[in-house]
């Protein structure tokens, strides 16, 4: 005879909590973080603004691939701990990316180049896909567990 485990968490309850997770990362970016650093970059140097795009572009990459190597498949969403844990880590990974995007666009805006927008545009996008991905990734990790 075999046992089979019923689930005690629904994916009901999980899609919520990372829609929650989701909407107040926005909700703290937008309203608490983005008007703390809008004005801060004037008084940047142009001679370093190269070494603030170059830092940005590291720390981007190593954020992004965080978010795309952390998977809610590795975390047992049974499991309070681990998946709190899980939408932690995403969740401070989104918010530093959201910020690196800001910070680069106010950089690049200093420079008066003729490229702004677009940056903002791929980095809009680039943000968008984690978000997408976030959801993509508990569907499917919900789907195999539970």
């Given at each position: 005879?075999?046992?089979?485990?019923?689930?005690?968490?629904?994916?009901?309850?999980?899609?919520?909590?990372?829609?929650?997770?989701?909407?107040?990362?926005?909700?703290?970016?937008?309203?608490?973080?983005?008007?703390?650093?809008?004005?801060?970059?004037?008084?940047?140097?142009?001679?370093?603004?190269?070494?603030?795009?170059?830092?940005?572009?590291?720390?981007?990459?190593?954020?992004?691939?965080?978010?795309?190597?952390?998977?809610?498949?590795?975390?047992?969403?049974?499991?309070?701990?681990?998946?709190?844990?899980?939408?932690?880590?995403?969740?401070?990974?989104?918010?530093?990316?959201?910020i690196l995007v800001w910070i680069g666009y106010k950089t690049m805006?200093?420079?008066?180049?003729?490229?702004?927008?677009?940056?903002?545009?791929?980095?809009?996008?680039?943000?968008?896909?984690?978000?997408?991905?976030?959801?993509?990734?508990?569907?499917?990790?919900?789907?195999?567990?539970?």
């Amino acid at each position: 005879m075999t046992s089979s485990v019923i689930p005690t968490t629904s994916k009901k309850l999980i899609y919520t909590e990372v829609l929650i997770k989701n909407i107040v990362l926005i909700l703290l970016f937008f309203v608490i973080i983005l008007p703390q650093i809008s004005y801060e970059f004037e008084i940047l140097e142009k001679s370093q603004q190269g070494s603030v795009l170059s830092i940005l572009g590291f720390l981007m990459a190593g954020g992004i691939i965080g978010a795309f190597e952390l998977s809610y498949d590795k975390t047992d969403l049974q499991s309070k701990i681990q998946r709190y844990l899980a939408h932690l880590s995403k969740f401070l990974i989104y918010l530093a990316s959201c910020i690196l995007v800001w910070i680069g666009y106010k950089t690049m805006a200093l420079t008066g180049g003729y490229y702004n927008d677009w940056i903002l545009v791929a980095g809009v996008l680039i943000l968008a896909s984690l978000f997408v991905f976030d959801f993509w990734d508990i569907l499917s990790a919900a789907n195999k567990q539970l």
